[in-house]
């Protein structure tokens, strides 16, 4: 089973306006952390956003938000007042409890239209 | 801000030959790893290091693999002897701890990779 899915292969959205960018994780280890990285296309991994498994709170980073639902298993990023440079490929990762290593998703490529 | 960095930027190089790739993380960070990304497919996991040693390794990392920590600041990836499937993007990432819960320690900061083409 994959780890990390990541449903939309590809999202538009028009500039100024908010997108939804959908996450489910599987992991059975009660301690993990969740985790959002950009790709623009210069090829870089740019870290945005993180929420641990124990956060009562939903993690927000400027513009970005997480919606984290633990029981539905889902982390979905929100990006707030789209912005041409939001134009990238968005991979949403997981560490688990014991592991160093991150499982990344396939990504969802977000184009943002003028 | 503190940034991991990538030497070089791109290499090329024939098959069978050895590649060392460099990276100097984030000076106060404690675990270091290396990722690949082919081009179009998702990032995987390579190994990490943790106090001068290999803590976990994927089973991509076989023994045409190894890394090492020469000095105080650099970290290497070396590939023995390069197939073609091994041109890629290699990204080395570091992160302050292991999971420990929070957003400071957990996170692994990536550098920008060196594109790897092996003809």
């Known amino acids: 089973a994959q780890k990390i899915t990541q449903t939309q292969p590809g999202m538009f959205v028009q500039e100024k306006e908010a997108v939804t960018l959908d996450c489910t994780y599987d992991t059975s280890d009660p301690s993990y952390g969740l985790f959002w990285y950009k790709q623009p296309s210069s090829g870089e991994m740019i870290f945005l956003i993180y929420?641990?498994?124990?956060?009562?709170q939903n993690a927000t980073e400027g513009r970005y938000s997480l919606n984290f639902q633990k029981a539905r298993k889902s982390a979905n990023l929100v990006i707030s007042a789209s912005q041409l440079g939001d134009s990238a490929m968005y991979f949403c990762?997981?560490?688990?409890?014991?592991?160093?290593?991150?499982?990344f998703g396939t990504g969802t490529k977000l184009q943002v239209i003028p | 801000e503190p940034e991991v960095t990538q030497t070089p930027s791109h290499q090329v190089t024939q098959m069978g030959q050895e590649v060392i790739l460099r990276c100097v993380p984030i000076s106060n960070h404690l675990y270091f790893y290396w990722y690949r990304q082919i081009l179009g497919q998702k990032v995987e996991f390579l190994v990490s290091f943790y106090n001068n040693e290999i803590s976990e390794k994927s089973e991509i990392f076989d023994d045409q693999f190894s890394v090492e920590r020469p000095d105080g600041s650099n970290f290497t990836l070396k590939i023995r002897s390069t197939k073609l499937e091994d041109s890629a993007m290699y990204f080395c990432?570091?992160?302050?701890?292991?999971?420990?819960?929070?957003?400071?320690?957990?996170?692994?900061?990536f550098g920008p990779g060196t594109r790897l083409t092996v003809l």
């Open positions: 990762a997981m560490r688990e409890g014991g592991y160093q290593k991150v499982t």
């Open positions: 929420q641990g498994s124990y956060d009562q």
């Open positions: 990432a570091s992160s302050e701890a292991g999971l420990a819960g929070s957003r400071r320690t957990d996170t692994q900061y």
